[in-house]
């Protein structure tokens, strides 16, 4: 039995900001019984990151971190779903995972070392789409960021009254963009309090995160910003100055 899963392509190389002409749906037939080994998610959340961009481009630098994207084929991305058939002894039928799936409504996998995806526990009384993928990846991690940067980054996540935005503000932070600036400012950075961070493009999805979890660690924050609007916004929201 097969079922016909529609996913979205870019038609041609992206060059500058993307319009909707960039793009095409298209569809493909999936097996809805998995052969053995494999596992069938049905993709409920996807994030949509800003290095996705570079990734649409003919050469970009971040084509030496991750592959682009190649014309034609299905754009992948970071996203959540449910397991709806499985071959597979290790996922369930009902799981809900996490992990690399396609903008696409049905992803096909095999599980190995090399793919990543993980079950979410069922006790998780956090919405499904926080866990893209800061909340999930922070789990993976061998070396843990100290207690109290563990408590704040759930705090940001918990409370929608920390920063102007409302709850698309909290979807934001727990995507990719979280993920960045959790890893960047507590495992690389180790931010103790009274020290000074300065954040570059603090307006931005990385930096106007990272301006947040530094502030609260009790850092003194300096951002920088292109416009006085922005500049007022990250005063307002995270910046000392």
Known sequence: MEVES???AVRHHVEGLPSED???VKAARVRWWPESGEVLVRNLYLSVDPYQLNRMKRRSASH???DGIVPGERIDAYGAGEVVASACEEYKEGDVVAGVLGWEDYTLFRPSPGVLMSKLAASDDLPLSHHLSALGERRRR???APRHARMQFLLICLSVSVAPGGDRWIEHV???SGM????GLYEVGRPEAGEKVFVSAASGSVGSLVGQ???LAGCYVVGCAGTNAKVSQNT???CTK
């Open 180 to 183: 960045t600036a959790y890893a």
């Open 142 to 144: 061998r070396r843990r």
């Open 22 to 24: 960039d793009f095409e």
């Open 213 to 215: 979890f530094a502030k």
């Open 64 to 66: 030496l971190a991750v």
């Open 236 to 238: 307002q929201a995270h």
């Open 6 to 8: 529609r996913y979205v």
């Open 174 to 176: 727990a995507g990719t």
